[in-house]
């Protein structure tokens, strides 16, 4: 049987390094500025950063819901879902993080990377 | 005299599910205040926590996968149905090994070990749906949050557990 006293310690030690991990993760740079919205681990889309001079929306279908997709001059968020949770708007606006937007229902993944991985490449300048 | 015994069994794994139930429906409403992927209270676990006390590991299965299946169901939120099996039957698991090693006034223990073997149960399914590597990233934050929620809702299950002894005799 191991004592209370040692479980606080462990879960307060897990807590402090924990803790630095996820500030560190949370705070650390993306390698990039290109948007790449993946759903179903497929890049559907990528648009870079740095070359948006407008503001626009797009709608990325999925075969479980919608998520519409805002672009501003060096970052992106998702607007508007139809998934139940809304995690991914509440998320907000992304501009150099590395950690990923996610839509766990509908599992659409927004990354800043270096390059865009989509078929047709950035297309910030197009749109 | 067996018999008696059998209908009582029935009639809590009955009662737990639907009160699992219930709590699992109302946390649904709780607004999302923060904006990261898996966090959230887990407080349809205090009840896995109690029956694995007060009942044994079957019921408690049955307990769970009543609750999750029936939840998933009712919120039609049937895709969120896998991310909860996973994270669920990792937390069982991991609970049903501490059960021994752990005294009752302990099992909030169990609550904090049990939400993190959730969320670890829930990244790996995000990762493996998404195909999303980096999703790893959120494994620090989630470690976090399932120490803090884990020993609420743990200290809530050691509470009843002691309360609710008459209960079960």
């Known amino acids: 049987m191991i004592k209370t006293k040692t479980w606080i310690m462990i879960f307060a030690a897990m ?27 497929e890049c559907v889309r990528s648009v870079d950063l ?27 968020r998702v607007k508007e879902a139809d998934c139940p949770d809304q995690v991914c708007v509440h998320a907000g606006w992304i501009a150099d993080s590395a950690n990923p937007v996610v839509c766990l229902p509908h599992r659409l993944v927004i990354r800043l990377e270096k390059n865009g991985k989509s078929a047709d490449g950035p297309d910030a300048v197009s749109k | 005299m067996r018999k008696k015994i059998e209908t009582k069994r029935i009639t809590m794994d009955a009662v737990l599910t639907a009160t699992a139930l219930v709590i699992f429906i109302i946390e649904l409403q709780f607004p999302e205040i923060i904006p990261i992927p898996g ?51 990792l937390c069982y698991g991991v609970t049903l090994l501490l059960r021994k090693t752990v005294s009752e006034s302990q099992i909030w223990v169990c609550g904090v070990l049990g939400a993190i073997a959730h969320n670890v149960g829930q990244i790996l399914t995000a990762v493996a749906l998404t195909r999303t590597p980096e999703l790893f990233g959120y494994f620090p934050i989630l470690v976090v949050s399932g120490i803090l929620t884990g020993a609420f809702t743990g200290g809530i299950a050691a509470f009843t557990v002691k309360k609710t002894k008459k209960l079960w005799e």
């Open chain 1, 15 to 41: 807590l402090l390094i924990f803790g630095a991990v996820s500030f560190w993760s949370f705070t650390r740079p993306s390698k990039g500025t290109v948007a790449n919205i993946y759903v179903n681990g």
């Open chain 2, 39 to 89: 966090i959230k209270l887990g407080l349809a676990n205090v009840i896995t926590l109690v029956a694995m006390f007060r009942l044994g590991p079957a019921d408690t299965l049955a307990i769970l996968l009543g609750r999750i299946l029936l939840g998933g169901m009712f919120s039609g939120r049937i895709i969120s149905v896998l991310y909860s099996l996973a994270g669920g039957l």
């Open chain 1, 50 to 76: 740095s070359l948006v001079t407008e503001s626009f929306e797009f709608t990325v279908e999925t075969s479980a819901g919608t998520n519409v997709i805002q672009v501003e001059p060096g970052r992106i």
